[in-house]
């Protein structure tokens, strides 16, 4: 029941209309019984600030922020948590008594999926190929963690200006390869885990992966962030030599984890939050 009181929570951004988000935090304020509503706003990219402004104006407790608004929003906060800060994006905002803050969970998402099967990264050798805006918050959470990361990527510039990135604000250098089968395989030679965060395997690129099948290996852990379709062809294939996997509609649950927790203080029901992005995208 939407009364006087209820807390309204928002996804910014542009299309909205493919969402689980407002499914996912819906259920879980109604399963634990809080007064509080999602709703999804599509906002073009030249009224981002009226946005902002609206959502602080109108007392919205929180939203969330994606595409194409996570770095231009960074203008419209009032307060930037340090590792949003550091990942250059954030995808959280939390209105507290009229102050935005800032916040990015993708990351945080991220580690607690490979946490499901790996307990601690410290020390473990992670190739991460792709450096785009995932990337950048997975790689940043990785070395947090203090894995050993080596990062692959089609366009090599991008992947050294990451590594760069990440040397001043982790003081670690990650090494960086060029995505191609020889490099890759260098990458990958002693790698404990690898992660796809480009957008290969994704819809409409279904029959495409980043990693040719003969560079997989039954004791490697491989962790696909594409979560449509939630099967690519990179965790088949890598499902039929024997190795881990893990799919990427888990970084979209626990990320969405991370964000309910910052504007509740609850940790919502997991389980859940799964089926439900499970339901949807099936
Ligand atoms: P982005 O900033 O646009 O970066 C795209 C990355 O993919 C870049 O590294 C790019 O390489 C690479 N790439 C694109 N097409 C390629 C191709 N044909 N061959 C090789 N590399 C290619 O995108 P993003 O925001 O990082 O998102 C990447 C993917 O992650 C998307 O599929 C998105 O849906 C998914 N994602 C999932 C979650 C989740 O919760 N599971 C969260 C965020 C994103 P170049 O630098 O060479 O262009």
Redesign the pocket.
């Known amino acids: 029941m939407i009364t006087s009181t209820t807390k309204i929570y928002a996804l910014i951004g542009d299309p909205v209309e493919h969402s689980v988000s407002p499914l996912m935090h819906n259920r879980c304020f109604k399963e634990l019984k809080l007064n509080c509503v999602y709703v999804a706003f599509r906002v073009r990219k030249e009224f981002l600030k009226e946005a902002m402004l609206g959502i602080k104006y109108l007392g919205i407790s929180g939203a969330n922020i994606t595409?194409p608004h996570k770095v231009e929003v960074m203008k419209y906060l009032d307060e930037i948590d340090e590792v949003a800060k550091a990942i250059g994006a954030v995808n959280t905002v939390v209105n507290k008594n009229g102050r935005l803050i800032g916040y990015n969970t993708?990351g945080i998402?991220?580690v607690r999926s490979l946490k499901e099967v790996v307990k601690d990264l410290r020390g473990k050798k992670v190739t991460l190929?792709?450096?785009?805006?995932?990337?950048?918050?997975i790689s940043f959470c990785l070395l947090k963690e203090g894995a050993c990361l080596r990062i692959v990527?089609?366009?090599y510039e991008?992947?050294v200006e990451l590594a760069e990135l990440l040397s001043q604000t982790c003081a670690v250098r990650p090494e960086v390869y060029k995505?191609d089968e020889n490099e890759l395989g260098k990458a990958l030679e002693d790698s404990e885990i690898l992660i796809n965060?480009?957008?290969?395997?994704?819809y409409p690129?279904a029959d495409?992966s980043?990693v040719p099948q003969k560079l997989l290996r039954s004791d490697l852990i491989v962790f696909d962030?594409?979560?449509?379709p939630l099967k690519t062809k990179l965790l088949r294939e890598a499902e039929e030599v024997g190795a881990t996997t893990i799919e990427?509609?888990?970084?979209?649950?626990?990320?969405a984890v991370e964000s309910f927790k910052l504007w509740t203080g609850i940790e919502p029901p997991v389980e859940l939050m799964k089926q439900t992005v499970l339901e949807h995208l099936k």
Not at 225 to 228: R, T
């Open positions: 595409i993708d998402g991220a190929i792709g450096a785009g805006g995932a990337a950048r918050a990527n089609r366009t991008k992947a995505l965060s480009t957008s290969v395997g994704m690129l495409k980043p962030i594409v979560y449509n990427g509609y888990n970084m979209l649950v626990y990320q």
